[in-house]
Each structure stands twice: as structure tokens, then as C-alpha cells.
């Protein structure tokens, strides 16, 4: 171990004692905090997560490099065909040399089977992962501020609402089914979860 490893590794030592230490020292009850109804909050939870879930989301929204093709428009579910990923730059746009908007257009290709577009078409950050996560990881996923690109549940509430790729979703072009109910619906979904404490399911 190199001297600065070693610091390191103590750092990380002494802040992983520290934190139980401070838990203990919060307050019991945060007067702010909104009280959890979970009889109110998890019906709502079940209609966004059958959007976030749906395979016009969860196709773009994956773990891994490569968007998928899912749901019955596609017959089988299979990795995006074309070799294509998400960017050696990380960057969700695909490699320089076949850029996603090289065939995704800001609008629908009116053919059967033709590319989908929206404007700036590109991977969703690996940590916005739903491609076949539970109801309760994609739960923990979307509260959480540090994998849902830093944002309030109302953020997250008005991406939904406004968001060119999200809004995709209810016109997908021809032979594609839509994502349950519609954007608006879902905004407000979310909304009503968040003002019941925002529960997440057990598992
Ligand atoms: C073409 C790919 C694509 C599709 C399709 C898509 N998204 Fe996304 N999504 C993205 C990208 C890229 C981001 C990151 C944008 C950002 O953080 O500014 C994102 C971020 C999000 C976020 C905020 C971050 C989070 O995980 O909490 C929400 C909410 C979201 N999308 C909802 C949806 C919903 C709902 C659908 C389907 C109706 C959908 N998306 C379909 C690409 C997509
Ligand atoms: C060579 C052209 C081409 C490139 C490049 C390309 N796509 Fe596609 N993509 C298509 C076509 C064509 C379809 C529709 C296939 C069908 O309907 O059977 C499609 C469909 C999709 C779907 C499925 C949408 C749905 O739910 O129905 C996603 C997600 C997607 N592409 C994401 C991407 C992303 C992200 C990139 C860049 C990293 C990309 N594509 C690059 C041609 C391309």
C-alpha cells in the first residue's frame, strides 16, 4: 500500500465509524418530514411504476450499454440491433462513428418498424437503470437524489410532465404500444405519491 492509500483507507475508516455516531444524534422526528401514508401513497406508486416499467421507458432506461427492443411491436426481446451502444464517451449519444440521432430523427418515422424519434434520442445514465428491476429497487432508484440526476420528487414530477424523450412514450409511432395512461396522468400520480411520503413496496 502506497502512503496515500493508506490515509485513504484510514479516511474512509474513520467516516464510516463516525456516521452511526451521528445518526444517533438526529433528531427522532424531523418536523419537516412528510408522514408516510402508505394506504394512500402505494396505489399511486403502482401506476407510475407500470409506466416507468413499461417497455417504452425501460428500453432506454438499462444498466448496461445497449438499449433494448421489448414489448409486442418487437416480437422477442432482444439487444437494439446495429452494434450499437451507449458511447465510449459515456455520453448515452452512441459511438462518434453512429451517433443515435444518425437514425433517430426528432420525430417518428411514419414507417412500420422505421426508427422512433424525439428531440436529442440518447441512453438514459446507467444509474436511471429500470430495464428489469423490481417495483421497490426502481422505487429506491427514483427517490434517490444522487442517481435520479440530483432532483426534488416535484423535479422528477415535471420531467415527466415537459420532457420531449419522456413524452415520446405516449406517441411511439406506428405498431408501437404506448406507456399506460399519459404523461399528465402521471405527473399528478406522482404528485399525490409524493404528498403521501412518497412509500415504497417491501420488495
Ligand atoms: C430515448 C431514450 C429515453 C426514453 C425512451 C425515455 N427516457 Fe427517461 N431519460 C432519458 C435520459 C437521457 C434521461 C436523463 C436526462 C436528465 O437527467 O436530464 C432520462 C431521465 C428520466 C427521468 C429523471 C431521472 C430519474 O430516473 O428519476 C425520468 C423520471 C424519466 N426519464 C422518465 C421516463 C419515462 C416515464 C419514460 C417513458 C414514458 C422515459 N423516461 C423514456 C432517456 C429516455
Ligand atoms: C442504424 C440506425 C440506428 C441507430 C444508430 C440507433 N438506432 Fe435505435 N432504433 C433504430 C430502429 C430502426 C428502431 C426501431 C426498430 C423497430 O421498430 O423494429 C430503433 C429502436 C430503438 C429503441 C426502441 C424504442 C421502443 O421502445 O420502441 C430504443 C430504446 C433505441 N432505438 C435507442 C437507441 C439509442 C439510445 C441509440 C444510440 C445509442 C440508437 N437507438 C441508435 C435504429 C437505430
Known amino acids: 500500500m502506497t502512503v496515500l492509500a493508506r490515509l485513504l483507507t484510514a479516511a474512509v475508516i474513520t ?15 424531523d418536523d419537516d418530514a412528510i408522514a408516510v401514508d402508505r394506504e394512500k401513497g402505494l396505489p399511486e406508486w403502482d401506476k407510475i411504476v407500470a409506466v416507468l416499467s413499461h417497455p417504452r421507458c425501460a428500453n432506454c432506461h438499462v444498466e448496461d450499454a445497449y438499449p433494448r427492443w421489448s414489448g409486442a411491436h418487437y416480437g422477442t426481446t432482444r439487444i437494439h440491433a446495429f452494434n ?10 452512441g ?5 443515435c440521432t444518425s437514425c433517430h430523427f426528432s420525430s417518428n418515422s411514419s414507417k412500420l418498424h422505421g426508427p422512433p424519434g424525439a428531440p436529442l ?36 414530477a415535471t420531467h415527466v410532465r415537459d420532457d420531449p424523450l419522456v413524452g415520446w412514450g405516449w406517441v411511439p409511432g406506428p405498431g408501437r404500444e404506448p406507456a399506460p395512461g399519459s404523461a399528465d396522468e402521471t405527473f399528478r400520480a406522482i404528485e399525490r405519491w409524493a404528498a403521501a411520503g412518497a412509500p415504497c413496496p417491501a420488495d
Open 15 to 29: 467516516m464510516l465509524a463516525a456516521s452511526p455516531v451521528h445518526a444517533q444524534d438526529a433528531p427522532a422526528v
Open 84 to 93: 450499437i451502444s451507449r458511447g465510449e464517451d459515456g455520453s448515452g449519444f
Open 95 to 99: 459511438n462518434a462513428a453512429l451517433r
Open 121 to 156: 434520442w440518447h441512453l438514459a445514465p446507467a444509474e436511471m437503470a429500470w430495464w428489469q428491476k423490481s417495483s421497490a429497487e426502481i422505487c429506491a432508484q427514483i427517490k434517490d437524489p444522487e442517481r435520479n440526476g440530483g432532483r426534488t420528487l416535484d423535479e422528477v
